[in-house]
């Protein structure tokens, strides 16, 4: 499934380009997969060392492996939920809006737009060693006073980003000028239209 | 003296897979329904099922030799004395 599915396009709209959250964002649930799955095996080295695991009662013992089992099963899904969660949080920017689709849980999933020409501002910050290392951190696109703003948080680039954010915003908004500009020469018309409909009333 | 076979002990196990089998579902629809029914979203997929099949391999494994219906003594209760 591409990007473009994920939403529907308006007439002449053009995907820019689409953000996630950096790739090394993801080692924090990976280390936190690997230390939980290590503690059954820490547990059994300081309670039983290097003697076989057989417990007294046999009721204990079948109890112990099931529960061992239900442990993994947990974890397993519980790093396979941060993995969806990670993946499907997605920021897309076209030539007209900018989308933020976040995955809210497992159950939970927001969509918000931002026509671009309502964008004030865009921030963007680069916090610390490692993402200062890895070049990755957060983009502000700052609305009007009454409205949220949106953030890209742990995005890859966020400088160029921002840069380039800066220049649809600014493409679009003479885009809608221009648009706005053309509307007059449709005005005669109208006009023509509205005294002929008067015409037809008796009114003219 | 209370006894019981160790089949109760699956009760909430069978209970725990059906959470467990749920999830699994909830997690890997959502996934080929929101944008990653692709390489990534297959393969994340593919390693999640693989994974929850060995954890359950080797749990069958280590209690294949466990005889399920044969009552275990749970504790010897005290006679009553009177």
């Given at each position: 499934?591409?990007?473009?599915?994920?939403?529907?396009?308006?007439?002449?709209?053009?995907?820019?380009?689409?953000?996630?959250?950096?790739?090394?964002?993801?080692?924090?649930?990976?280390?936190?997969?690997?230390?939980?799955?290590?503690?059954?095996?820490?547990?059994?080295?300081?309670?039983?060392?290097?003697?076989?695991?057989?417990?007294?009662?046999?009721?204990?013992?079948?109890?112990?492996?099931?529960?061992?089992?239900?442990?993994?099963?947990?974890?397993?899904?519980?790093?396979?939920?941060?993995?969806?969660?990670?993946?499907?949080?997605?920021?897309?920017?076209?030539?007209?809006r900018i989308l933020?689709?976040?995955?809210?849980?497992?159950?939970?999933?927001?969509v918000s737009e931002l026509?671009?020409?309502?964008?004030?501002?865009?921030?963007?910050?680069?916090?610390?060693?490692?993402?200062?290392?890895?070049?990755?951190?957060?983009?502000?696109?700052?609305?009007?006073?009454?409205?949220?703003?949106?953030?890209?948080?742990?995005?890859?680039?966020?400088?160029?980003?921002?840069?380039?954010?800066?220049?649809?915003?600014?493409?679009?908004?003479?885009?809608?000028?221009?648009?706005?500009?053309?509307?007059?020469?449709?005005?005669?018309?109208?006009?023509?239209?509205?005294?002929?409909?008067?015409?037809?009333?008796?009114?003219? | 003296?209370?006894?019981?076979?160790?089949?109760?002990?699956?009760?909430?196990?069978?209970?725990?897979?059906?959470?467990?089998?749920?999830?699994?579902?909830?997690?890997?629809?959502?996934?080929?329904?929101?944008?990653?029914?692709?390489?990534?979203?297959?393969?994340?997929?593919?390693?999640?099922?693989?994974?929850?099949?060995?954890?359950?391999?080797?749990?069958?494994?280590?209690?294949?030799?466990?005889?399920?219906?044969?009552?275990?003594?749970?504790?010897?209760?005290?006679?009553?004395?009177?």
């Open positions: 499934m591409s990007i473009k599915q994920l939403f529907t396009q308006n007439p002449g709209e053009k995907v820019e380009f689409s953000l996630r959250r950096h790739p090394i964002v993801f080692l924090g649930p990976i280390l936190v997969f690997l230390v939980l799955a290590a503690i059954p095996y820490g547990a059994k080295l300081i309670i039983f060392g290097d003697a076989p695991l057989v417990l007294s009662h046999p009721f204990l013992h079948i109890g112990l492996r099931l529960f061992v089992s239900i442990y993994y099963l947990s974890i397993w899904i519980f790093f396979f939920s941060q993995f969806t969660d990670y993946y499907l949080d997605i920021n897309i920017v076209t030539n007209d933020d689709i976040e995955q809210k849980g497992l159950f939970g999933r927001s026509d671009l020409t309502r964008v004030q501002d865009v921030h963007s910050e680069i916090k610390g060693i490692i993402p200062t290392m890895l070049n990755y951190g957060t983009v502000e696109v700052q609305t009007a006073a009454s409205e949220e703003n949106f953030k890209f948080e742990q995005v890859s680039n966020p400088h160029r980003v921002r840069q380039r954010i800066l220049e649809l915003a600014a493409l679009d908004r003479k885009r809608e000028a221009r648009e706005i500009m053309d509307q007059p020469k449709k005005t005669p018309d109208a006009a023509a239209a509205g005294r002929n409909e008067m015409k037809n009333q008796g009114l003219g | 003296m209370i006894s019981l076979p160790p089949i109760v002990l699956l009760i909430p196990y069978a209970l725990f897979a059906l959470g467990f089998t749920f999830f699994a579902f909830a997690n890997v629809i959502s996934l080929g329904k929101y944008g990653a029914r692709n390489t990534i979203g297959l393969m994340a997929s593919f390693v999640f099922i693989c994974g929850a099949a060995i954890i359950v391999f080797l749990t069958w494994q280590s209690v294949a030799a466990v005889d399920w219906f044969t009552p275990v003594p749970l504790a010897s209760v005290p006679a009553p004395s009177f």
